[in-house]
């Protein structure tokens, strides 16, 4: 598999989800605090360090080979991620200036990410090529 591929695929291991997850609350609620320093270390240091755990160690290949997997490829390019991103920023920003409409605004874009294939329904089938191409989009 090659570094593109586990990227791709580490995103939707369920250690990657939670730790996701996790830190995003516990981050925006930090920044809420005005707890700076530590909402930053919070807010990015453990999904980088199991990014790099996962991609290092753990076998990715029955990801790639899930359904979960091939939608992965259909339906999350860059600028989905980007959107996943872009969500996360909201919601940090709403936290740390107390405007609390944004952090619900925030965590709205990043499930609308995660569930655009809903209404793309129609993307062709993962061919390896489709696969490929996709994976090395995303580098």
Same mark, same amino acid.
Request: net charge positive; hydrophobic share 50%; proline share 6%.
């Given at each position: 598999?090659?570094?593109?591929?586990?990227?791709?695929?580490?995103?939707?291991?369920?250690?990657?989800?939670?730790?996701?997850? +996790?830190?995003?609350?516990?981050?925006?609620?930090?920044? =809420?605090?005005?707890? =700076? +320093?530590?909402?930053?270390?919070?807010?990015?240091?453990?999904?980088?360090?199991?990014?790099? =755990?996962?991609?290092?160690?753990?076998?990715?290949?029955?990801?790639?080979?899930?359904?979960?997997?091939?939608?992965?490829?259909?339906?999350?390019?860059?600028?989905?991620?980007?959107?996943?991103?872009? +969500?996360?920023?909201?919601?940090?920003?709403?936290?740390?200036?107390?405007?609390? =409409?944004?952090?619900?605004?925030?965590?709205?874009?990043?499930?609308?990410?995660?569930?655009? +294939?809903?209404?793309?329904?129609?993307?062709?089938?993962?061919?390896?090529?489709?696969?490929?191409?996709?994976?090395?989009?995303?580098?």
């Amino acid at each position: 598999m090659t570094r593109q591929e586990k990227l791709l695929y580490q995103q939707i291991h369920p250690w990657k989800l939670w730790t996701d997850f +996790g830190t995003s609350f516990a981050s925006a609620w930090l920044l =809420w605090e005005a707890r =700076w +320093g530590l909402a930053l270390i919070v807010g990015l240091f453990p999904s980088i360090a199991i990014t790099l =755990w996962i991609t290092r160690y753990v076998d990715l290949e029955p990801y790639r080979q899930s359904r979960f997997g091939a939608y992965l490829v259909g339906h999350m390019p860059a600028k989905i991620v980007t959107q996943r991103i872009v +969500g996360q920023l909201l919601v940090w920003t709403g936290a740390a200036s107390h405007v609390s =409409w944004l952090i619900p605004f925030g965590y709205f874009l990043i499930v609308l990410a995660w569930l655009n +294939g809903l209404w793309d329904p129609q993307a062709p089938a993962q061919s390896p090529e489709r696969m490929a191409a996709r994976t090395s989009a995303i580098s």
